[in-house]
């Protein structure tokens, strides 16, 4: 009982299809990400590990195989771009 007690397991494919309407702000976003990746895929790569995988500036230089100072010039052009 302790643990769930024999409540119904589900898997997390299940559980995000079984969530309420997801919010338009993310639908948009994910509109917008897609369409940053059609024009330039590098970008929507940096936005991708720096906010949604947590990564530093530093860590997705290393990922990437870039300078930091590209990193961020990326990132910005990326976040004007997706505004």
């Given at each position: ?57 530093e ?25």
């Amino acid at each position: 009982g302790k643990r769930g007690g024999g409540g119904a397991k589900l898997a997390l494919d299940e559980v995000i299809c079984f969530a309420p309407q997801k919010s338009a702000e993310v639908l948009a976003l994910d509109d917008a990400l897609t369409a940053l990746a059609k024009f330039d895929e590098r970008k929507a790569r940096i936005i991708e590990l720096r906010f949604f995988a947590g990564l530093s500036v530093e860590e997705t230089a290393r990922a990437l195989d870039l300078s930091v100072a590209t990193i961020g010039r990326e990132q910005r052009l990326a976040e004007a771009w997706l505004r």
